[in-house]
């Protein structure tokens, strides 16, 4: 009996006792996270902040910091592909917008460094342009509520007797409609319903764009780290992309990453 | 040989072709003849290729187990005036010396058509690319099966380095296809810089041509500019494509019983990359852009204050491998220069690229003084006519007033007055935002337009705009009045106004007898001859019966009621009950014999 209790106690709390993984609150990564962060210890931040992202943590604030701690790593590909998130998850967050124009800056100066000059993707996409401003919540709200007011306007439209009500409501209804496909149009534009492919960043400081999914096959083109792409198809450890002003070809899953998150 | 034309003008072009057909042998000592005369704007000179057994004759003659077939096409420009006699080309096969025949070219004076070409115009920039097949008489590029077979094509045999040779893929089948063929591998292009010429999405478009006295359907499948990198034979590599057609794939070959689907690999296709020239060359080692090219300078302002940025654009416009060309950056000395901002605009008329690469420089006068930026040059050769130039953009003066400024220590070195890329990156990192120390660490966000519910409020708008629409078109057809239910309604009214008439009767009150009573026959009548009967006068309306089918009889009868009627409203004093009872017998009698009746149209009538 004297033996057997410490030993009941062991197996129930080797049993009861989670992993390393589990046993962590999301709360308590995210803070050990940022004390690296704070101590300058970028490595071990951006990894913290990288299981958070993996155990499926979705919120622009971690990926902000993910991005920031990857920029000081001189990692900027994955910097940009992190803040382009951030823009996605919060359209409109100017210190994201910030720090993708930093980190675009900090790769062209990187590259310049080694190579005399240097070229590196800017400004946002179209969509991105002109709705980037406005929440997806906002637009997809506006886009239901003028949906409902026109129809309504139209359904008393066809009741409606009086001639000073039917006036108002004929002026209303295409006003309405307009409203209704200006909301509809950017949020299709946001959500990307409107886009070829998954956008996405290339990570790889040269990638190689080949004529197959084969190490073997011939490259094509070459695109640089920091570079939008989107992904078109996939084939094991290869995904066939598009790169405006490069071409199509492809390449290494590892060379690039996807600006949303594949929950969305 | 044998060339396309014999008479050109000055300037004119033609294709000269020497074909060789070995058995048994190598065609590697084939001599061209003397072509000085001429300039030579390309020369191709595609792979052997090989056919077995064929039984196709040769040189030699007779049926061998290995042919060889090769030609030579040239694509020459005439110089000058004159007759020109183009002596044999020879081939030494085994001690023994073949001769091909000679051809005589014929070099007018250039008129209005054979005026020397502008020289930056390519030659195979002239036909319509979208249409134009590879000659049909030549077997390079492709491994010939009656069949179907793929071809790879290429514009220039011999490019320079830098040079653009315009591949194309060909599919040639002898069906139309019926479905889009899948390239399962695609060409490889070791050694060059590559350009799509055709659009991502596209619909595959059909031409005809003859080959081996068999018609084909020719279709592009791909099409891309090719820039060299590097001299000597470079590959483009075969291409592999699967052609699935539902049913009948076999088919699509020619054959005639269904089968699984066809491959088909092309024959790689070798091209020889020669240097520039040296001869002219403006600088023996620095980068030369191979093509056409113009540049300008601009600046947004030319008096500027001390320590105030102003902006210099160069830009460069031309054919080539445009987002290859490097603009030199500006230098003075008391100016800091920033790293430019470079914007390409590639375009690809008629399958030749080009474009505008634009350099954008910030430039900061530290000190007051006249500053001269530029002049900007760029070598330049030009493929067709084997020349160097050197496109220029003339230099721009600055002119700054005022205090000088210090310039930071970081961003400017004072050798070159430019940012050092080490600050500009440690600038970038300086903007960087702090991180953020409180998150909610969402886990999962969907989007209000994903939610299920999303749809279906969206949807509920049309849907009941469609549900009031078909309301609204049911009210108003219940509304419309029925002239078929017509008589069945004013037989149900009539029976009312019978019943309403007995009562009027038991109550002995003549008056509303005799109304109920007129109102059920005229309601009668104008439910049957479909209108009102109020207007009528009673001869009019006995007429209108009569004609419309209802005998004499009736009709008088009926007229007869209606006029009893009016006169005893007006003077029922006296009326006895037992008179109104015939009275009401007898329109019973009426409305029987009305229902019976079927009025003929008005018109017939």
Same mark, same amino acid.
């Given at each position: 009996?004297?033996?057997?209790?410490?030993?009941?106690?062991?197996?129930?709390?080797?049993?009861?006792?989670?992993?390393?993984?589990s046993?962590?609150?999301?709360?308590?990564?995210?803070?050990?996270?940022?004390?690296?962060?704070?101590?300058?210890?970028?490595?071990?931040?951006?990894?913290?902040?990288?299981?958070?992202?993996?155990?499926?943590?979705?919120?622009?604030?971690?990926?902000?910091?993910?991005?920031?701690?990857?920029?000081?790593?001189?990692?900027?590909?994955?910097?940009?592909?992190?803040?382009?998130?951030?823009?996605?998850?919060?359209?409109?967050?100017?210190?994201?917008?910030?720090?993708?124009?930093?980190?675009?800056?900090?790769?062209?100066?990187?590259?310049?460094?080694?190579?005399? @000059?240097?070229?590196?993707?800017?400004?946002?996409?179209?969509?991105?342009?002109?709705?980037?401003?406005?929440?997806?919540?906002?637009?997809?709200?506006?886009?239901?509520?003028?949906?409902?007011?026109?129809?309504?306007?139209?359904?008393?439209?066809?009741?409606?007797?009086? @001639?000073?009500?039917?006036?108002?409501?004929?002026?209303?209804?295409?006003?309405?409609?307009?409203?209704?496909?200006?909301?509809?149009?950017?949020?299709?534009l946001?959500?990307?319903?409107?886009?070829?492919? @998954?956008?996405?960043?290339?990570l790889?400081?040269?990638?190689?764009?080949?004529?197959?999914?084969?190490?073997?096959?011939?490259?094509r083109?070459?695109?640089?780290?920091?570079?939008?792409a989107?992904?078109?198809?996939?084939?094991?450890?290869?995904?066939l992309?598009?790169?405006?002003?490069?071409?199509?070809g492809?390449?290494?899953?590892?060379?690039?990453?996807?600006?949303?998150?594949?929950?969305? | 040989?044998?060339?396309?034309?014999?008479?050109?003008? %000055?300037?004119?072009?033609?294709?000269?072709?020497?074909?060789?057909?070995?058995?048994?042998?190598?065609?590697?000592?084939?001599?061209?003849?003397?072509?000085?005369?001429?300039?030579?704007v390309?020369?191709?000179?595609?792979?052997?290729?090989?056919?077995?057994?064929?039984?196709?004759g040769?040189?030699?003659? +007779?049926?061998?187990?290995?042919?060889?077939?090769?030609?030579?096409?040239?694509?020459?420009?005439?110089?000058? *005036?004159?007759?020109?006699?183009?002596?044999?080309?020879?081939?030494?096969? +085994?001690?023994?010396?073949?001769?091909?025949?000679?051809?005589?070219?014929?070099?007018?004076?250039?008129?209005?058509?054979?005026?020397?070409?502008?020289?930056?115009?390519?030659?195979?920039? !002239?036909?319509?690319?979208?249409?134009?097949?590879?000659?049909g008489?030549?077997? $390079?590029?492709?491994?010939? $099966?009656?069949?179907?077979f793929?071809?790879?094509?290429?514009?220039?045999?011999e490019?320079?380095?830098?040079?653009?040779?315009?591949?194309?893929?060909?599919?040639?089948?002898?069906?139309?296809?019926?479905?889009?063929?899948?390239?399962?591998?695609?060409?490889?292009?070791?050694?060059?810089?590559?350009?799509?010429?055709?659009?991502?999405?596209?619909?595959?478009?059909?031409?005809?041509?003859?080959?081996?006295?068999?018609?084909f359907?020719?279709?592009?499948?791909?099409?891309?500019?090719?820039?060299?990198?590097?001299?000597?034979?470079?590959?483009?590599?075969?291409?592999?494509?699967?052609?699935?057609?539902?049913?009948?794939?076999?088919?699509?070959?020619?054959?005639?019983?269904?089968?699984?689907?066809?491959?088909?690999?092309?024959?790689?296709?070798?091209?020889?990359?020669?240097?520039?020239?040296?001869?002219?060359?403006?600088?023996?080692?620095?980068?030369?852009?191979?093509?056409?090219?113009?540049?300008?300078?601009?600046?947004?302002?030319?008096?500027v204050?001390?320590?105030? !940025?102003?902006?210099?654009t160069?830009?460069?416009?031309?054919?080539?491998?445009? *987002?290859?060309?490097?603009?030199?950056?500006?230098?003075?000395?008391?100016?800091?220069?920033?790293?430019?901002?470079?914007?390409?605009?590639?375009?690809?008329?008629?399958?030749?690229?080009?474009?505008?690469?634009?350099?954008?420089?910030?430039?900061?006068? %530290?000190?007051?003084?006249?500053?001269?930026?530029?002049?900007?040059?760029?070598?330049?050769?030009?493929?067709?006519?084997?020349?160097?130039?050197?496109?220029?953009?003339?230099?721009?003066?600055?002119?700054?007033?005022?205090?000088?400024?210090?310039?930071?220590?970081?961003?400017?070195?004072?050798?070159?007055?430019?940012?050092?890329?080490?600050?500009?990156?440690?600038?970038?990192?300086?903007?960087?935002?702090?991180?953020?120390?409180?998150?909610?660490?969402?886990?999962?966000?969907?989007?209000?337009?994903?939610?299920?519910?999303?749809?279906?409020?969206?949807?509920?708008?049309?849907?009941?705009?469609?549900?009031?629409?078909?309301?609204?078109?049911?009210?108003?057809?219940?509304a419309?009045?029925?002239?078929?239910?017509?008589?069945?309604?004013?037989?149900?009214a009539?029976?009312?106004?019978?019943?309403?008439?007995?009562?009027?009767?038991?109550?002995?009150?003549?008056?509303?007898?005799?109304?109920?009573?007129?109102?059920?026959?005229?309601?009668?009548?104008?439910?049957?001859?479909?209108?009102?009967v109020?207007?009528?006068?009673?001869?009019?309306?006995?007429? *209108?019966?009569?004609?419309?089918?209802?005998?004499?009889?009736? !009709?008088?009868?009926?007229?007869? *009621?209606?006029?009893?009627?009016?006169?005893?409203?007006?003077?029922?004093?006296?009326?006895s009950?037992?008179?109104?009872?015939?009275?009401?017998?007898?329109?019973?009698?009426?409305?029987?014999?009305?229902?019976?009746?079927?009025?003929?149209?008005?018109?017939?009538?």
């Amino acid at each position: 009996m004297r033996v057997a209790l410490p030993l009941a106690l062991a197996l129930l709390g080797a049993l009861g006792s989670p992993t390393t993984a589990s046993a962590d609150s999301l709360e308590e990564i995210y803070e050990r996270a940022n004390a690296a962060y704070f101590r300058g210890d970028y490595d071990a931040a951006a990894a913290g902040y990288r299981r958070l992202v993996d155990l499926g943590v979705v919120d622009p604030d971690v990926t902000f910091d993910l991005a920031v701690a990857e920029a000081r790593r001189g990692r900027y590909g994955e910097a940009i592909r992190f803040f382009e998130r951030t823009l996605w998850l919060r359209p409109g967050d100017d210190e994201a917008r910030e720090g993708l124009e930093a980190a675009r800056d900090a790769l062209g100066g990187q590259r310049a460094q080694s190579e005399g @000059e240097a070229e590196v993707d800017t400004g946002p996409p179209l969509s991105e342009a002109v709705f980037g401003g406005i929440p997806r919540g906002v637009l997809a709200g506006a886009t239901l509520l003028f949906d409902l007011a026109l129809f309504g306007v139209l359904i008393a439209l066809l009741f409606a007797r009086r @001639e000073s009500l039917r006036l108002g409501l004929g002026i209303a209804a295409p006003l309405l409609g307009l409203a209704l496909i200006v909301s509809g149009v950017g949020l299709a534009l946001s959500r990307g319903w409107l886009e070829e492919g @998954e956008p996405a960043v290339v990570l790889a400081e040269r990638a190689s764009l080949r004529e197959g999914p084969d190490p073997r096959a011939g490259e094509r083109h070459q695109a640089r780290e920091g570079q939008r792409a989107w992904i078109l198809d996939a084939d094991g450890g290869w995904r066939l992309v598009r790169i405006p002003s490069v071409g199509r070809g492809w390449v290494e899953a590892e060379s690039i990453g996807r600006v949303r998150p594949i929950a969305h | 040989m044998q060339a396309d034309r014999t008479q050109v003008e %000055e300037g004119g072009m033609f294709r000269l072709q020497i074909r060789v057909h070995v058995v048994g042998g190598s065609a590697d000592g084939l001599e061209l003849p003397d072509l000085s005369a001429f300039d030579v704007v390309s020369r191709q000179r595609p792979p052997r290729v090989g056919f077995g057994g064929m039984g196709l004759g040769g040189l030699r003659g +007779g049926a061998q187990h290995m042919e060889v077939r090769t030609s030579e096409s040239l694509v020459l420009r005439a110089r000058q *005036e004159g007759t020109y006699e183009l002596e044999p080309a020879t081939l030494t096969l +085994g001690g023994r010396t073949f001769r091909s025949n000679a051809v005589t070219i014929t070099v007018g004076r250039g008129g209005p058509g054979g005026a020397r070409p502008d020289p930056g115009a390519d030659p195979q920039a !002239a036909p319509d690319p979208a249409t134009q097949l590879p000659p049909g008489d030549q077997r $390079d590029g492709m491994q010939f $099966d009656p069949n179907g077979f793929v071809r790879t094509w290429v514009d220039h045999g011999e490019p320079y380095l830098g040079q653009q040779v315009t591949v194309t893929i060909y599919l040639y089948t002898r069906q139309p296809l019926r479905g889009s063929p899948t390239i399962t591998q695609e060409p490889s292009t070791e050694g060059f810089w590559t350009r799509d010429l055709l659009p991502p999405s596209r619909t595959l478009s059909r031409q005809q041509q003859t080959m081996g006295g068999q018609r084909f359907h020719v279709y592009v499948l791909r099409r891309f500019a090719a820039f060299p990198l590097q001299t000597g034979e470079l590959t483009i590599g075969p291409t592999t494509i699967t052609v699935t057609q539902g049913g009948g794939l076999f088919g699509l070959f020619g054959g005639g019983r269904p089968s699984e689907p066809l491959t088909r690999t092309g024959v790689p296709v070798t091209v020889d990359v020669g240097e520039l020239p040296t001869e002219g060359r403006p600088d023996a080692t620095g980068e030369v852009h191979v093509g056409r090219l113009e540049l300008s300078a601009e600046i947004d302002r030319s008096q500027v204050a001390t320590g105030d !940025a102003v902006t210099l654009t160069v830009t460069a416009e031309g054919r080539g491998p445009i *987002e290859q060309v490097r603009v030199p950056s500006p230098e003075g000395d008391g100016l800091r220069v920033l790293q430019p901002e470079i914007r390409d605009e590639v375009t690809t008329p008629n399958d030749v690229v080009g474009g505008t690469r634009t350099y954008r420089w910030l430039i900061v006068p %530290e000190r007051a003084g006249e500053y001269t930026l530029g002049p900007f040059e760029v070598p330049v050769f030009d493929p067709i006519d084997e020349t160097y130039t050197v496109a220029r953009a003339e230099a721009l003066t600055l002119t700054a007033a005022g205090a000088a400024v210090d310039a930071p220590a970081d961003d400017a070195p004072e050798e070159t007055g430019e940012p050092s890329p080490e600050a500009a990156e440690r600038d970038a990192l300086e903007r960087l935002g702090p991180i953020r120390t409180r998150s909610a660490l969402t886990r999962r966000q969907t989007a209000i337009a994903e939610q299920p519910w999303f749809l279906a409020l969206l949807a509920l708008g049309p849907l009941a705009f469609l549900g009031a629409l078909g309301f609204r078109g049911a009210r108003r057809r219940a509304a419309r009045p029925d002239p078929s239910r017509a008589p069945k309604r004013a037989r149900r009214a009539a029976k009312k106004r019978l019943s309403a008439a007995r009562r009027h009767a038991d109550a002995d009150e003549p008056r509303a007898f005799y109304a109920a009573v007129a109102n059920a026959l005229k309601e009668v009548l104008e439910a049957k001859l479909g209108h009102a009967v109020g207007s009528l006068t009673y001869p009019e309306l006995r007429r *209108e019966l009569e004609d419309r089918g209802l005998d004499a009889e009736a !009709a008088s009868g009926v007229v007869d *009621e209606l006029e009893g009627c009016d006169f005893a409203r007006f003077s029922a004093v006296g009326v006895s009950r037992e008179e109104m009872e015939r009275c009401l017998d007898r329109t019973r009698g009426l409305l029987a014999t009305l229902h019976r009746f079927t009025p003929r149209a008005e018109e017939a009538s």
